[in-house]
């Protein structure tokens, strides 16, 4: 058991390290960073969504731009998708699980808003389906997936993949990135105040 201990952080580290060498990925994620500057300036929203716990992430980013990162500041305009629970059962039940993001996101998403799309395969059809609804929409569509990508990468603007086939490795890579995300809008927003 402690072998397997080991490896496991290893492995997370080797990710990370994996990440820190790409300087193609560290120039996505800076982009991005001044991506959701932008829409915050102009008072758009950033808006999330995955599946499992990639949702969980989801969750806990919005929460991170709505509540605060490091420091005591207005909030920024987050939403995880699913946190509704009676809208997600009842859109699951009346058009099917593929439809319960693209429909929230017609209903919310506006010009110039951000949509995260976080799917570690990138084929949750759920999640590529509101990713194309936020395009028809002109809302900028951030894709966090793992290696290759996967099908969302058709309906992305900015790509964010973890060099890794592993789901807990890349979501914990995805945080990473996330709270990286998180921390440089906060520092640029509370120096343009």
């Known amino acids: 058991m402690l072998i397997r201990i080991k490896e496991a952080i290893t492995d997370s ?3 990370k390290q994996s990440i820190l060498a790409d300087d193609v990925l560290i120039g996505k994620i800076e982009q991005i960073i001044g991506v959701c500057i932008i829409a915050l300036k102009s008072d758009k929203k950033i808006l999330f969504c995955g599946n499992g716990g990639s949702a969980a992430d989801a969750q806990h980013l919005a929460a991170e731009f709505t509540g605060r990162f490091y420091k005591d500041r207005e909030p920024f305009n987050a939403e ?3 946190v509704n629970t009676s809208y997600l059962t009842s859109v699951a039940n009346d058009y099917g699980y593929d439809e319960v993001y693209a429909r929230i996101v017609k209903a919310k998403a506006r010009r110039g808003d951000i949509l995260f799309g976080l799917s570690t395969s990138g084929n ?4 590529i389906k509101a990713m194309e609804q936020a395009r028809s929409q002109n ?5 966090m997936t793992g290696l290759g990508g996967g099908k969302i990468v058709l309906a992305s603007d900015f790509v964010i ?11 914990e890579a995805h945080m990473m990135v996330g ?8 520092k640029k927003m509370m120096e343009i105040v």
């Open 161 to 171: 993949n973890a060099p890794s086939n592993d789901t807990p490795r890349i979501q």
């Open 139 to 143: 809302v900028i569509t951030i894709a």
């Open 179 to 186: 709270h990286i995300i998180c921390e440089m809008v906060e």
């Open 80 to 82: 995880a998708l699913h």
């Open 13 to 15: 580290i080797m990710l």
């Open 124 to 127: 949750s059809m759920n999640v």
